[in-house]
């Protein structure tokens, strides 16, 4: 399940996290590696050379902000340890920007964020700054910091990455679904059956008001087209009314995701959803209609690497 949640956010932030179009991103590595890259030089030549976006840039595009503390041209001091510091204070930037926003990230350290070999430096350099402090102080201690072994420190940065950039989607894409005209959705004939969907923030423990606006318009579209998308069906009658309440089961069959296609492109009714099981019973039917709903998607350009 987590390598699929992985995968996920590493396609969609490919595609639409960066200004300039599709960036490939890799979980953790280009995006520890980039960040480093570009602030080893203060030199804007270089960087362009480079030709690497960081997740600064990132941030940039999604919200129309530069993160505070931080940018694109500052260098790295040339002392390893001092270089190191600043690094780790780039990231601690970072998150507190992103916690500023709204976002969720209490066990993510800036020390996760960093390169393995650059962890290690940190250690060494963190515990060489409490032991001067120590020292200044004249307060003998045995006092050091607990160094996490390689393989689980590459863990904690893939999952600490990973979770950052699901809170960046959390904070900064969904807020961009409006509300605005929400109660008319439900205005048309046919549609005030229909059970509503609060989008009152209390109302829910597990969905967003974002994301309960995006069910509303799921629920609409299905309700709408069902009856103009099968009218003429191959497979079987016109498929029952539904209210869908989520976004795994009730969108497993296809039905619900090809009637929001067809609502903007209802010419691929005839040469796609017609074909596609209203009633789907088995897998073997829920799987042949996603077939369909993939190839449509292929037919109008959106490809986006959604797999059957």
């Given at each position: 399940?987590?390598?699929?949640?992985?995968?996920?956010i590493?396609?969609?932030f490919?595609?639409?996290?960066?200004?300039?179009?599709?960036?490939?991103v890799?979980?953790p590595?280009?995006?520890?590696?980039?960040?480093?890259?570009?602030w080893?030089t203060?030199?804007?030549i270089?960087?362009?050379?480079l030709?690497k976006?960081?997740v600064?840039?990132m941030?940039l595009?999604?919200s129309?902000?530069?993160?505070p503390?931080?940018t694109?041209i500052?260098s790295?001091?040339?002392?390893?340890?001092?270089g190191?510091?600043?690094?780790c204070?780039?990231h601690?930037?970072?998150?507190?920007?992103?916690?500023?926003?709204?976002?969720?990230?209490?066990?993510v350290m800036?020390?996760?964020l960093?390169?393995?070999?650059?962890?290690?430096?940190w250690i060494?350099?963190?515990?060489f700054?409490?032991?001067?402090?120590?020292?200044?102080?004249?307060?003998w201690s045995?006092?050091?910091?607990?160094?996490?072994?390689?393989?689980?420190?590459?863990?904690?940065?893939k999952r600490?990455w990973t979770d950052?950039?699901?809170?960046?989607?959390?904070?900064l894409v969904?807020?961009?679904?409006?509300?605005?005209?929400?109660?008319?959705?439900?205005?048309?004939?046919?549609?005030?059956k229909?059970?509503?969907?609060k989008?009152?923030?209390l109302?829910?423990?597990?969905?967003?008001?974002?994301?309960?606006?995006?069910?509303?318009?799921?629920?609409?579209h299905?309700?709408?087209?069902r009856?103009?998308?099968?009218?003429d069906?191959?497979k079987?009658?016109?498929?029952?009314?539904?209210?869908?309440?989520?976004?795994?089961?009730d969108?497993?069959?296809?039905?619900?995701l090809?009637?929001q296609?067809?609502?903007?492109?209802?010419?691929?009714?005839?040469?796609h959803?017609?074909?596609?099981?209203?009633?789907?019973?088995?897998?073997?039917?829920?799987?042949?209609?996603?077939?369909?709903?993939?190839?449509?998607?292929h037919?109008?350009?959106?490809?986006i690497?959604?797999?059957?």
């Open positions: 399940f987590f390598q699929k949640v992985l995968t996920a590493q396609n969609w490919s595609l639409f996290g960066w200004s300039k179009g599709p960036n490939p890799s979980i590595y280009s995006l520890r590696r980039d960040m480093y890259k570009v080893m203060s030199s804007e270089f960087k362009q050379k030709g976006n960081t600064c840039d941030l595009h999604l129309g902000q530069l993160v503390g931080i694109s500052q790295l001091s040339f002392d390893p340890t001092r190191i510091l600043q690094l204070g780039q601690s930037a970072l998150l507190s920007f992103l916690k500023s926003q709204g976002a969720h990230l209490p066990y800036p020390e996760f960093l390169e393995p070999d650059d962890y290690r430096k060494t350099a963190e515990t700054v409490k032991v001067v402090d120590v020292v200044n102080l004249k307060i045995d006092m050091h910091l607990f160094m996490l072994e390689k393989s689980v420190f590459e863990k904690m940065s600490a950052l950039l699901l809170q960046v989607y959390k904070i969904l807020p961009r679904v409006s509300s605005h005209n929400i109660n008319d959705l439900f205005d048309s004939g046919g549609m005030q229909m059970p509503r969907i989008s009152e923030p109302s829910s423990n597990i969905y967003s008001t974002h994301e309960r606006i995006i069910l509303t318009w799921l629920n609409k299905y309700e709408k087209n009856k103009i998308v099968w009218k069906c191959k079987g009658e016109m498929p029952p009314m539904r209210w869908i309440i989520n976004f795994d089961r969108l497993l069959d296809g039905l619900v090809a009637a296609l067809a609502a903007y492109c209802p010419y691929l009714i005839p040469t959803f017609v074909r596609m099981y209203t009633t789907p019973e088995t897998p073997e039917q829920c799987l042949h209609n996603c077939l369909i709903f993939v190839d449509a998607m037919a109008v350009s959106l490809t690497d959604i797999k059957v």
